[in-house]
């Protein structure tokens, strides 16, 4: 096995320098850190992470904790980090809660145990109070969801902006039937998402009736499809229809096509993130965008930038993307007549 020792003779240096330039130490010039790791990549040299932990070093490994790597937000997200991460010598770790906090908790306990460099997390709705403690001695920030126990460095997007524009849009169509599907209150998401729906209808002077919502769990395509059933059921059913997720947009597209619902001579549908075949699907789906490229990239750099920096340099940071409104051929005005299911 390659070692240190045989790099420092082959380049007639120290054993200590060696070592410090694999580390990236400040005290060891540039060209001698790119000679070293030049000779250390010819010979085959694997550095022993595990005796680097033992004396109490960070590993080079940052994790991703997110709901689930189904939803293709979370697994773009994923794609993206890991590429800048990689670019600086950090690796990318996954780890999937299901939106559980005792899951949450586990993967907290195995990532602090392993020295992780940092955390970038989406957190569950009620973190467990060791959750909280974890974090607080990791370098970490929230990604779309904030919570305040966690912290002040956030990542996100204007949620309650995004749904106002998409629900404003219906109701500048002339519709007075709308319908909301998406997640909970508790989660700070869902909440920001139901607001912003509310709000368009108040500002469009729609009654309370005018506006339904339907809350569930966000990450179920199975939910969209059982909730749009249900509503086109009604016997006043929805004209119109805009969605808080992107699974639950999934699971709408499903169902509609399933029952063969017009789009949108029967049902005008705004969707939730902007997927790769969103654009084709019948006439084309409208929907609200998310700057997921540029969110990641500015994710990675924030925190790159935190691992490069003294302890205690992370004060408070905010960074808000606006969403788009996509609009394309699922959305026109009403005409008056109510859903139809095919037999």
Same mark, same amino acid.
């Given at each position: 096995?390659?070692?240190?020792?045989?790099?420092?003779?082959?380049?007639?240096?120290?054993?200590?320098?060696?070592?410090?330039?694999?580390?990236?130490?400040?005290?060891?010039?540039?060209?001698?850190?790119?000679?070293?790791?030049?000779?250390?990549?010819?010979?085959?040299?694997?550095?022993?992470?595990?005796?680097?932990?033992?004396?109490?070093?960070?590993?080079?490994?940052?994790?991703?904790?997110?709901?689930?790597?189904?939803?293709?937000?979370?697994?773009?997200?994923?794609?993206?980090?890991?590429?800048?991460?990689?670019?600086?010598?950090?690796?990318?770790?996954?780890?999937?809660?299901?939106?559980?906090?005792?899951?949450?908790?586990? *993967?907290?306990?195995?990532?602090?145990?392993?020295?992780?460099?940092?955390?970038?997390?989406?957190?569950?709705?009620?973190? *467990?109070?060791?959750?909280?403690?974890?974090?607080?001695?990791?370098?970490?920030?929230?990604?779309?969801?904030?919570?305040?126990?966690?912290?002040?460095?956030?990542?996100?997007?204007?949620? *309650?902006?995004?749904?106002?524009?998409?629900?404003?849009?219906?109701?500048?169509?002339?519709?007075?039937?709308?319908?909301?599907?998406?997640?909970?209150?508790?989660?700070?998401?869902?909440?920001?998402?139901?607001?912003?729906?509310?709000?368009?209808?108040?500002?469009?002077?729609?009654?309370?009736?005018?506006?339904?919502?339907?809350?569930?769990?966000?990450?179920?395509?199975?939910?969209?499809?059982?909730?749009?059933?249900?509503?086109?059921?009604?016997?006043?059913?929805?004209?119109?229809?805009?969605?808080?997720?992107?699974?639950?947009?999934?699971?709408?597209?499903?169902?509609?096509?399933?029952?063969?619902?017009?789009?949108?001579?029967?049902?005008?549908?705004?969707?939730?993130?902007?997927?790769?075949?969103?654009?084709?699907?019948?006439?084309?789906?409208?929907?609200?965008?998310?700057?997921?490229?540029?969110?990641?990239?500015?994710?990675?750099?924030?925190?790159?930038?935190?691992?490069?920096?003294?302890?205690?340099?992370?004060?408070?940071?905010?960074?808000?993307?606006?969403?788009?409104?996509?609009?394309?051929?699922?959305?026109?005005?009403?005409?008056?007549?109510?859903?139809?299911?095919?037999?």
């Amino acid at each position: 096995m390659i070692t240190t020792r045989d790099i420092a003779e082959r380049l007639g240096i120290s054993v200590s320098t060696v070592g410090r330039a694999l580390a990236d130490d400040a005290r060891i010039s540039e060209e001698t850190k790119f000679r070293v790791r030049r000779t250390a990549s010819e010979m085959g040299y694997v550095g022993n992470r595990a005796a680097r932990m033992m004396r109490g070093a960070s590993s080079n490994v940052v994790a991703l904790v997110i709901p689930d790597i189904r939803n293709s937000f979370y697994s773009t997200i994923a794609h993206e980090l890991s590429k800048n991460m990689q670019a600086e010598g950090f690796q990318l770790m996954l780890s999937e809660t299901d939106d559980d906090r005792m899951a949450e908790l586990r *993967h907290l306990r195995e990532l602090s145990a392993n020295r992780v460099a940092g955390v970038i997390i989406v957190p569950t709705a009620r973190p *467990h109070s060791e959750s909280v403690r974890l974090l607080r001695t990791l370098p970490h920030l929230q990604l779309l969801r904030r919570h305040p126990s966690l912290g002040a460095q956030w990542f996100g997007v204007d949620d *309650h902006e995004a749904l106002r524009r998409a629900t404003a849009h219906l109701v500048a169509l002339g519709h007075t039937r709308i319908a909301y599907l998406g997640g909970p209150e508790e989660l700070p998401t869902g909440a920001e998402r139901l607001r912003g729906f509310r709000t368009a209808l108040r500002e469009g002077d729609l009654p309370d009736h005018a506006g339904r919502a339907e809350l569930g769990p966000p990450s179920s395509v199975h939910h969209g499809r059982e909730a749009v059933r249900r509503l086109l059921q009604e016997p006043a059913a929805p004209t119109a229809l805009v969605l808080g997720s992107i699974q639950l947009t999934l699971g709408v597209l499903e169902e509609l096509s399933a029952q063969g619902v017009k789009v949108p001579d029967e049902l005008s549908v705004v969707g939730f993130g902007d997927e790769p075949g969103f654009s084709w699907w019948g006439p084309g789906l409208t929907t609200i965008g998310l700057p997921i490229q540029e969110m990641a990239t500015g994710c990675a750099l924030w925190l790159l930038r935190r691992l490069k920096t003294e302890p205690g340099n992370d004060g408070p940071y905010t960074s808000v993307s606006p969403g788009s409104l996509v609009v394309r051929g699922s959305t026109a005005a009403p005409d008056g007549r109510a859903p139809s299911r095919s037999a």
